[in-house]
């Protein structure tokens, strides 16, 4: 699977769009592009993911490049409560009936501010 | 729809003792997958299990072992316990749709210390 390249950490004021930024320069034209979170002691929650098009749902908005060798994460109007790890991880499709193991990287820590 | 449970949340070993997690999937999700993770080294993956067979395993000595069974319920077992085995131990499961998404749903973890 492809590795990705995320900033540590970022800040975001409350109400405020987070967008986190993920490169994956080394991704094949198969290989899907999700996003997890993780707020403290918690699991891991998905977010989304997408091929090639922009993807949309109640929680996110995810924008891949053209060339999709990067990716933004947008949340809207972040809260407090997305206060998080965010994944970018990048694998391929399933085949052959197996299941996947997806690689966590170190992810990005989004700091919301008041 | 009841998420993923893992039991224990919490609990205490000591070196050379084993231990054995539980987890129970979403009702009707036959994929369980197993994840360790820490502050040094992240979360890594342990091993997947697909309607009672293991069908992927990630880098970790045979101690680290589990099953599943017919209800789709997974147990792992961890043997001859050592201090860095201390970690947080998650469970994800996944239905025959979500397989192709790549879509998990995380349980809470099994947090783990070893003394």
């Known amino acids: 699977d492809a590795k990705t390249t995320q900033p540590p950490s970022m800040d975001c004021a409350e109400g405020r769009a987070a967008n986190l930024p993920c490169n994956h320069s080394?991704?094949?034209?198969?290989?899907?592009v999700y996003w997890y979170r993780q707020i403290h002691s918690q699991g891991p929650q998905y977010i989304i993911h997408?091929?090639?098009n922009n993807e949309t749902n109640e929680m996110a908005s995810l924008i891949i490049t053209e060339d999709r060798k990067s990716s933004t994460l947008i949340l809207p109007h972040a809260t407090l409560r997305d206060t998080a790890v965010y994944y970018c991880?990048?694998?391929?499709?399933?085949?052959?009936?197996?299941?996947?193991?997806?690689?966590f990287g170190k992810g990005t820590l989004l700091t919301v501010n008041p | 729809k009841a998420g993923v449970t893992q039991t224990p949340r919490y609990l205490i070993k000591t070196r050379g003792q084993q231990v054995t997690l539980s987890c129970s999937p979403i009702?009707?999700?036959?994929?369980v997958s197993w994840y360790q993770q820490t502050p040094g080294q992240g979360l890594q993956f342990l091993f997947e299990y697909f309607s009672e067979t293991q069908r992927n395993k990630g880098n970790f000595p045979g101690r680290f072992s589990g099953r599943q069974f017919s209800n789709s319920r997974s147990e792992m077992n961890v043997s001859t316990l050592e201090l860095g085995d201390s970690a947080l131990y998650l469970c994800?499961?996944?239905?025959?749709?979500?397989?192709?998404?790549?879509?998990?749903?995380f349980g809470e973890g099994s947090r783990l210390t070893v003394l």
């Open positions: 080394t991704i094949s034209g198969n290989e899907y």
């Open positions: 994800a499961s996944s239905s025959s749709g979500t397989i192709l998404t790549g879509e998990l749903f």
């Open positions: 009702s009707g999700h036959r994929s």
């Open positions: 991880i990048v694998r391929g499709g399933n085949s052959g009936g197996s299941n996947y193991k997806l690689t």
């Open positions: 997408g091929l090639k």
